[in-house]
């Protein structure tokens, strides 16, 4: 998936609640009426089940619920923070549902104060957070033993905390090998992992696999993450540089990701590289006043379900009601609407105690100009009036 559409400045997204009249007033000398606008959204293609391991969801094209959603009116940008004191407040929910298939297998592990969970020393870096959603296939082994593990692998590997992004990277392929050693665990189990690790105002994002992460800022989604598909082309050269092949869009013709912990059946050696990689890639972001919240969810959501119009039904949730755990679990409802076929996952992290302010944008007059040609055409009208 690349990465989030962004608005060329200097525009922003007008939101409000539910009602669908919120629009942009373009005032007229002559005129008083206004046009609604909506923001077209393209659905993601439909993908075949998994024969073997990672048994995908079939998606829909996004239809008319995703025009009533997704919010398409611009005007003046805010202000961005430009206080260097700013700090966030977490506060997150959550909502997990076997959905349609026969057994649950998505885990997923959310931590608002992480030097509260830690025990953590005075000088471990404050606030923190940790977020994950780990979505497992071939069995719930894999998903379970990544859950309860990696937060451990992260906070005790040497480079922690003075080099974050090595700890993280690092951590996931220990995890990997830990969990191939274990001999109380399906070892050919796997499971894709998303985790979001905050202090202060950064926010790491790490991903194997094809859960994402999209964040919120004033209305718009920016995606913090890449769904790694076997299709993706820098994945699919990754892969076949490595001497594997990617079959009617699986990986070796068995797995729909291209990145996966676990899966041992289809890995080499320990400490080989090898088509089916257990390293995330990640993405660090400074937060600012103007980014609310952050959804994090396995791909059931997102087969049936733009980036974009996650967040904009997340937003007019929380001006609402201003509940995480609610949020998510309308998130989840709206996916089962849409007929999902995968197991449903989805985290939602608000960066502040209060809800989502409204924007106003300040009304504006439009002067519109009429050609000769058209003056003309007017006067003949009214000319064979009268």
């Not at 669908?20 to 007229?28: I, Q, Y």
């Not at 997990?96 to 057994?103: C, V």
């Not at 830690?118 to 296939?137: K, R």
Request: aromatic share 6%.
């Amino acid at each position: 998936m690349a990465a989030g559409t962004d608005f060329s400045p200097p525009f922003t997204i007008l939101e409000g609640g539910y009602n669908k009249s919120n629009v942009l007033a373009v005032e007229d000398e002559n005129s008083e009426n206004s046009d609604n606008l909506k923001q077209m959204t393209n659905g993601k293609p439909p993908r075949h089940l998994s024969v073997m391991r990672h048994y995908v969801s079939s998606a829909r094209i996004l239809g008319a619920a995703d025009l009533e959603l997704d919010v398409g009116i611009v005007g003046i940008k805010s202000p961005s923070d430009g206080k260097s004191g700013y700090l966030p407040v977490f506060r997150s929910g959550s909502c997990a549902e076997r959905g349609p298939k026969q057994y649950m297998e998505d885990e997923h592990i959310c931590i608002d104060n992480l030097i509260e969970h830690l025990a953590a020393t005075a000088d471990f870096p404050s606030p923190g957070a940790f977020y994950g959603v780990f979505d497992g296939h071939g069995g719930t082994d894999a998903a379970s033993f990544i859950r309860k593990n990696i937060l451990t692998f992260i906070v005790e590997d040497s480079h922690f905390p003075v080099c974050v992004e090595t700890a993280i990277k690092s951590a996931f392929v220990r995890a990997d090998h830990a969990f191939a050693d274990d001999s109380s665990v399906d070892i050919s189990s796997g499971t894709t992992a998303l985790t979001a690790l905050f202090f202060g105002r950064t926010m790491l994002i790490a991903n194997a696999g094809d859960c994402r992460a999209v964040l919120g800022k004033r209305g718009r989604a920016i995606e913090l993450s890449t769904d790694h598909k076997p299709n993706n082309t820098s994945e699919r050269l990754r892969i076949e540089k490595l001497g594997g092949v990617v079959y009617d869009g699986y990986l070796n013709g068995q797995l729909s990701v291209a990145r996966a912990l676990g899966d041992w059946h289809m890995k080499g050696p320990k400490g080989s590289a090898c088509p089916l990689s257990a390293e995330p890639e990640l993405q660090e972001t400074l937060l600012s006043e103007d980014d609310e919240f952050l959804i994090m969810g396995c791909d059931g959501l997102w087969d049936v379900m733009s980036s974009q119009c996650a967040v904009s039904m997340a937003r007019k949730e929380l001006m609402l009601h201003n509940d995480p755990e609610r949020c998510s679990r309308e998130l989840v409802r709206e996916a089962l609407k849409r007929n999902t076929c995968d197991n449903l996952t989805v985290i939602v992290v608000c960066f502040s105690p209060d809800p989502p302010p409204r924007i106003e944008i300040p009304q504006t007059r439009v002067r519109r100009s009429i050609s000769a040609e058209g003056l003309n055409f007017l006067k003949g009208v009214l000319d064979s009036n009268s």
